[in-house]
């Protein structure tokens, strides 16, 4: 799904049917990530977002890419 323009984050990462969020991981996403339980792949770009990605990996929240890369089998573990 892309969208160009606002969508209802809170509203999507609590439905019964998301098994995962691709994110950049900016604070606000991880929180309500971490709030509804649901795991991340994480695909950070600038700013805090990398120290961001490390912490969700270390605290088992989900799953970081390597050089903007990730292993399917990674990601099917995670979720």
């Not at 700013?47 to 990730?70: F, S, T, Y």
Request: with cysteine; hydrophobic share 40%; charged share 15%.
């Amino acid at each position: 799904m892309v969208l160009k323009k606002w969508a209802p984050q809170t509203t999507i990462l609590q439905h019964t049917s998301i098994g995962g969020f691709v994110s950049h991981c900016g604070w606000g996403s991880l929180t309500e990530s971490m709030k509804f339980g649901v795991p991340v792949i994480a695909m950070p770009m600038y700013h805090d977002q990398p120290i961001n990605a490390r912490i969700v990996e270390h605290i088992g929240m989900g799953v970081r890419d390597e050089n903007g890369k990730l292993q399917s089998d990674t990601i099917g573990t995670t979720l």
